[in-house]
């Protein structure tokens, strides 16, 4: 076997041409540790129809985007950047959890590598049971079906690690000099949604969300700020106030300069690419907020792929110690 260590990066995953669509949002509506629709056995019944119903105005978002979703070339991007990075006794693999390439199709490559050790890290910065639990959960199954022998340790968050921190504040200046004066000017932090019933529950996503907008607000307390939610889906109550909401709001207070930083995302995709690029900014403008930006996600930022190397390298040390 190889003496180099698996870094596996966990991602949702997206898309990949418009005939994806469908079975995509299948395979999302059919996790219940995201939602959970009917009894267990129901759920997957419910999802095929939900999936049938949404797909067409999905495929709509999708094609003004480009037709598919750029999130497999940017965490493979990321993985080349890290690889890199870690150095030759590394090698990365990424890990969809609703599309490709899959938990069980990354585990193979792994395999084929002849390495037995693997490091998962969740490339969602704010643990949830609906992101990086899900994720963890489904390696988990995969590993448990498959009967293979890998040493598995999980990096499960990394909402408070400086350099993520330092890579969100890189982007929040880059996105700030777009404006002709910074004062006056808003940030609206954007993060996905979840449903109430998961924070209720326990789910400590929304404070390590608000942990995150402290510490990067630290570095800009002349600024005002605002967190909106965005991307909910289906009949229960989710987190509020809504992205589109926040920017309503703003708009009626007169604010004319608004710089949204998407915070839960660390790769562009639909719902950086079309949700805040085309939608909320059609309203924003139509609303009176006549410089509408939006900080690029954090995608190969030195920062980001640093703090990434790091998380790993912290992750070998501890190990030594155990």
């Not at 940017?74 to 990075?85: D, I, M, N, P």
């Not at 150095?87 to 193979?108: H, N, Q």
């Not at 040493?151 to 408070?160: E, G, L, Q």
């Not at 995150?212 to 889906?233: I, K, N, P």
């Amino acid at each position: 076997m190889s003496a180099k260590t698996a870094v596996l990066l966990l991602q949702m995953g997206g898309p990949d041409s418009i005939d994806a669509v469908e079975p995509f949002l299948f395979n999302l509506f059919s996790d219940r540790d995201i939602i959970r629709i009917g009894p267990a056995f129901l759920q997957p019944l419910i999802a095929r129809f939900v999936a049938s119903r949404r797909a067409p105005k999905s495929i709509a978002f999708y094609e003004q985007i480009g037709g598919r979703s750029p999130i497999r070339e940017l965490t493979e991007l990321q993985a080349r950047a890290l690889e890199s990075r870690l150095g030759s006794d590394f090698r990365c693999f990424v890990a969809m959890r609703y599309w490709k390439p899959s938990t069980i199709e990354s585990l193979a490559a792994v395999k084929r590598e002849g390495i037995s050790r693997i490091i998962a890290l969740s490339l969602y910065p704010h643990y949830s049971r609906a992101t990086t639990g899900s994720s963890i959960n489904e390696l988990k199954r995969v590993l448990a079906q498959a009967g293979a022998e890998f040493n598995v340790s999980y990096i499960d968050r990394f909402y408070d690690h400086p350099l993520y921190i330092e890579a969100l504040a890189e982007r929040v200046e880059e996105g700030l000099a777009g404006f002709p004066e910074r004062e006056g000017t808003h940030l609206l932090f954007s993060v996905h949604s979840l449903p109430q019933s998961l924070i209720e529950g326990g789910d400590p996503y929304l404070d390590h969300i608000l942990e995150t907008v402290r510490l990067v607000m630290e570095r800009f307390d002349d600024l005002d700020y605002h967190l909106g939610f965005q991307s909910r889906a289906g009949p229960v109550k989710w987190l509020e106030p809504s992205t589109g909401e926040m920017v309503r709001n703003l708009a009626a207070a007169g604010c004319e300069n608004l710089l949204v930083v998407p915070l839960s995302f660390v790769s562009d995709h639909i719902e950086t690419f079309y949700e805040i690029d085309i939608q909320y900014k059609e309203e924003a403008r139509a609303l009176g907020i006549l410089n509408f930006r939006r900080t690029p996600s954090l995608n190969d930022s030195s920062f980001f792929i640093e703090c990434l190397a790091d998380l790993v390298f912290k992750r070998m040390k501890d190990e030594k110690k155990e």
